[in-house]
């Protein structure tokens, strides 16, 4: 089945650094990759759509300078969480889209939980 | 904006069926989607439902009504792994997904 690994799995970084963050579709071509970000006891909240070779499309309130996302290849999507703060800290997830919903064609990684002190 | 609501809680009996509802507001609806999540982990697919009626997957089923913006997942025979959290969600024609609020099931022997 799709396979969508995320790499790290948790990371902690000081205030004012930089985290990046690998979304790899492993047995397939993603051109479109989901970044969401995950507070803890809440829903996940879609924060951009990467389509690969052209710029992502943010949701409404997510700052595209913070959170730069680059898809370069058809099996890779990043996130950067640039100067990052402690209200940054959060479980982020990415999901792949690869075929018909109905198919469970949304595959996710297995998040990232990223801790900012 | 997308707007999926869910309870946030239901508790229910090792064994027997539990009900979790899901009303929406979007624009663009494709589809209704069920996810389960435990604590830490990745959601996982459970069901979808593109048009009005249930489907059924084992012990999961969901339901869908189009007409009034409303669905349900149905777990039977709960076991006490099913405890977790349940999400729906909305395909738009974007192909973006958009979860709802999330309920949080446990399970009790």
């Known amino acids: 089945g799709a396979v969508v690994s995320q790499h790290p799995s948790w990371v902690i970084c000081k205030s004012g650094t930089s985290v990046k963050i690998e979304c790899r579709s492993l047995?397939?071509?993603?051109?479109?990759m989901f970044w969401y970000r995950q507070f803890p006891k809440q829903s996940l909240m879609l924060m951009a759509t990467?389509?690969?070779?052209?710029?992502?499309?943010?949701e409404q309130g997510v700052e595209k300078d913070k959170f730069l996302i680059n898809h370069a290849s058809l099996t890779l999507s990043t996130l950067t969480v640039t100067s990052a703060h402690p209200e940054d800290s959060s479980f982020y997830i990415c999901?792949?889209?690869?075929?018909?919903?109905?198919?469970?064609?949304?595959?996710f990684g297995s998040g990232t939980r990223l801790t900012v002190v | 904006g997308q707007s999926l609501e869910q309870p946030s809680e239901v508790t229910a009996v090792e064994g027997a069926i539990v009900q979790i509802n899901c009303t929406y507001q979007?624009?663009?609806?494709?589809?209704l989607s069920w996810y389960q999540q435990h604590d830490g982990g990745a959601p996982t697919f459970l069901s979808y439902?593109?048009?009005?009626g249930l489907e059924e997957t084992g012990r999961f089923s969901s339901f869908l009504s189009r007409s009034d913006s409303y669905g349900y997942l149905l777990l039977q025979e709960l076991q006490m792994k099913d405890s977790a959290s349940y999400f729906c969600?909305?395909?738009?024609?974007?192909?973006?997904?958009?979860f709802g609020t999330g309920t949080r099931l446990t399970v009790i022997p």
């Open positions: 990467s389509n690969e070779g052209s710029k992502a499309t943010y």
């Open positions: 439902n593109a048009l009005d």
């Open positions: 969600a909305v395909t738009t024609g974007a192909n973006n997904l958009f």
């Open positions: 999901s792949a889209f690869r075929t018909a919903p109905y198919s469970g064609g949304y595959t």
């Open positions: 047995d397939f071509q993603a051109t479109t």
């Open positions: 979007t624009s663009g609806f494709y589809g």
